[in-house]
């Protein structure tokens, strides 16, 4: 069932042979899905304790498991080759390895893995081997973190209770969702690494939400969940207590906050921490607001705010250098970085200075002795660099590559793009992000595509911008712009800014995105009658009411991950509770001007005015999506397929929560996603044929069609005479005949050369003296360099021959089944029994690509010459599959290359 859903929800159903045109697939340069999918990042690295080496994470795609892994990578700062520091990948294999920590000596690594279900910590010595298993944890194992030398501590929970263990037996599939009595608890344990001894250290009733050591293992910082239905209600913020590991003393601290705390960092010598939370008008649902950054003193017992000299708040984060700190400031469509020194209980800011690079970096680690960083440069036109610089407090200097990436998609088309500012709702300033066409030209209009980022609390800035959700590289290439806008609810524009729409939502929303395409149109750049509009989460949510207010705007509708019905959102999303009653003003049950429920509920939900929407539109939704609950997407299409006023498509995916985290469904929401852009914003009708299958018999035959013929007979008419066809391996490159030179072509050289009648298009089967004569003649007489494959392409073309040969006209594919080495030589004496040329005309069994072409006979018919001897295999000859070296061939023509 699950399988046919994509069709059985269509109406109007693509086949994705259409997905991209022509010439977006023959251009090497241009962007695909799987660049897009497959693009290298560097993840969360940390330095060893004396600061010359550092491990890191990168993801991989394992295709047999549909997913993505992260492998462990290890690079000696020390150590230099070939002017990049020496980088060693440290774990392979299918599972994800992460959560990793050097020991206290900087000797070894400690991590988890996601094999053998997570539950065993693994030890790997950087001077070599293989990764140990250092012990197995019954009741798992994560956030481990070191308290000295010998002493881990990490979060598991107790065990089964026996009511777990009996309610297994019943051996149904029953979900509690949520069970108050039986809410079992996390505790925080420390496991001695000599003794192989776990010893819990907390004794609290209800689970441990996050946890923080100091550095010298004195200190332990610890939250508590208190309400199972926080995550829904933000209800009941987690308690924050201090642990005195020395004395055991343990104490109850920040009770004054009305925002949760997070991301704990202690300073160096561990005189205190510095902590995060939030700051908004509506505290009592943690509604979205602004980032504050403060300071508590183990001493004193005091938390002091840092003044950060910044109405915009705290944007990427921040991060502590020895006692002080480097916050990542909110910039509206940038991030600045800058330098807090921390002198006694005050703070004084100093600007970080990356030179071109300023408001572009995003500092991803820190030495421990605050003396390197290791930072990522980018903007929505440049792929990220992945930089080390020393540091000298906000002084930053002798910057080096730490690790390049990505080095296939350099010679990609990098989009041109601009941070576009305009007026939009109560007269503020509005930001985005715009891309131009590739081959933008100005005084021409062009078809927008609106890329609107989710959250609401959420921004897009300059920086590199490419997911299965967002692709602008790939848009932009269509000829069309792409505007990224930060309508009013983001982050990063100010607390009045983000909270706009609490009450008030998608009216500033949609003001901010009409008046900046008001904006594009009036500057001659839009073509408004080529307009569409997509988006994920938050950003589907406005492109659906973009498209109830505005129905004759848009062209196109791409939403995944959407709400259209808020009054099922309450009490179905994951956080609905405190979502809607900040942003919709209470319950759904509360009375409200005059009426005896909150009318927000209904006149904010697009499917009750759904019936106005005439844009074509495909939905996307995880089956498991408990952020924007997955029943969105079927009333969203229910009512748009009962409506009936456009075409809509439906697609489902098994197993996904908000996120697409499978290969197959990240590719497959593209590239249904451009299809449809392709359908109903360019007018590209499908001319694809669904009984037709692109690698069938058949397909080759449409293949062959592409070969220039002159009268029946392969070849051009060059002075009127027949020569070969060659086509361009790659751009600027050598071209390859397509086919081996044929009987025809070759009569037109050598007068006498005679064939059997019928056999024009056959491969000419001659001496190499006689080839070597042909393509001196072929030069002369064309003005153009033609020549035999040198030594190094015979070589490349042997080894494609060798993995093409299956199905090619060979002695393998005479003999019907596995022919091996035992049997070829008896074979042929069969063979040469025969009254019957096994050779065919060229072009009569499969294609082969090479570079950017498709050529034929290669793997079979006649062997061909090089300039220093052989390679490929005739009719008669034996394709062995363990000995790939060309053989001797008594059947031999050639295959011409033009300069």
Known sequence: MLKNIFTLLSISILSLSQVFSQEDNKDPKAWTPEDIVYTESMRSPVFSPDGTMVVWSKSKAVKKKDRFVADLYLTRLNIKEDDSFLTTQLTYGDDSDYSYIFSKDGKSLYFLSSRDKGKKLWKLSLYGGEAEEIHEFDNGISSIQLKDENTLFFTAKNGKTLYDLEAEEKEDDVQIIEDSL??????????????????????????????????????????????????????????????????????????????????????????????????????????????????????????????????????????????????????????????????????????????????????????????????????????????????????????????????????????????????????????????????????????????????????????????????????????????????????????????????????????????????????????????????????????????????????????????????????????????????????????????????????????????KIKTPTIIFHGSEDRAVPRDQGWEYYRGLQQVGKTPVKFLWFPGQPHGLGKITHQLRKMKEEIAWIDTYLFDKKPTNNEAFKEDSPL???????????????????????????????????????RFEITNAQFKVFKEAFSFDTGKDNYPAVVTKTEAENYVAWLSQQTGTTYRLPNAKEAEKLQQKAAKSSKGQNNLNTWAGYDLTADDADLLLQKVNSLNYSLLKPVGSNKSVKVGDVTIYDLGGNVAEYSTTGTYDYSAYDFADPYDQKPVKSEHVGFRVVKE
Request: glycine content about 8%.
């Open 182 to 611: 039986h809410w079992q608890p996390s505790h925080i344990y420390a496991f001695d690494l000599k003794e192989d001894q776990i010893t819990r250290i907390t004794d609290n009733e209800k689970p441990i939400r996050s946890y923080q050591l100091s550095h010298d293992g004195h200190w332990l910082y610890y939250t508590i969940t208190r309400s199972l239905s926080y995550g829904a209600d933000a209800q009941k913020d987690p308690y924050s207590y201090l642990v005195n590991l020395k004395t055991g003393a343990k104490k109850q601290i920040l009770q004054d906050f009305e925002f949760p705390i997070y991301d704990i960092q202690f300073t160096a010598d561990d005189s205190g921490f510095y902590f995060g939370t939030g700051f908004s008008s509506d505290p009592e649902w943690n509604g979205a607001g602004i980032t504050e950054l403060y300071y508590y003193d183990l001493a004193s017992a005091k938390a002091t705010k840092v003044d950060l000299d910044w109405e915009l708040g705290v944007g990427g984060g921040y991060t502590v250098a020895g006692n002080d700190v480097i916050v990542s400031l909110a910039n509206k469509a940038t991030m600045k970085l800058a330098y807090y020194t921390k002198k006694g209980t005050s703070w004084s800011r100093s600007e970080m200075d990356f030179d071109d690079k300023n408001e572009h970096v995003s500092l991803n680690a820190i030495a421990d002795d605050a003396s390197k960083i290791i930072y990522s440069y980018s903007t929505a036109s440049k792929l990220p660099q992945y930089l080390i610089a020393d540091l000298k407090k906000a002084k930053v200097s002798n910057e080096e590559t730490f690790i390049k990436l990505n080095k296939k998609l350099e010679k990609k088309y990098m989009p041109k793009s601009e941070i576009m500012t305009w007026t939009g709702y109560n007269g503020d300033e509005v930001t985005g992000i715009l891309y131009y066409p590739n081959n933008y030209e100005e005084g021409k209009k062009y078809p927008l595509m609106l890329n609107i980022h989710g959250g609401p609390s959420s921004q897009d800035t300059d920086e590199w911008s490419g997911s299965w959700a967002y692709y602008p590289s790939i848009l932009t290439q269509k000829n069309m712009f792409v505007l990224m806008p930060n309508y009013h609810g983001s982050t990063n524009h100010g607390l009045e800014y983000t909270e706009a729409i609490k009450g008030n939502y998608y009216e500033p929303e949609l003001e901010d995105i009409t008046k900046g395409i008001d904006k594009l149109v009036s500057e001659g750049k839009v073509d408004r009658d080529q307009m569409g509009t997509m988006g994920w989460s938050n950003g589907a949510i406005i492109t659906t009411m973009l498209t109830v207010k505005y129905p004759d705007m848009f062209k196109v509708a791409a939403p995944g991950a959407g709400d259209v019905n808020w009054t099922s959102d309450f009490g179905t999303c994951q956080f609905g509770v405190s979502f809607d009653q900040s942003y919709f003003g209470g319950a759904p049950w509360d009375d409200t001007n005059g009426k005896n429920y909150n009318e927000n509920y209904l006149i904010k939900s697009p499917l009750f005015e759904i019936e």
């Open 699 to 737: 397909a080759e035959i449409f293949k062959l069609e592409e070969a220039q013929q002159e009268n029946g007979l392969y070849g051009v008419l060059n002075k009127g005479m027949l020569i070969p066809e060659t086509v361009s391996v790659k751009e600027d490159s050598i071209s390859l005949g």
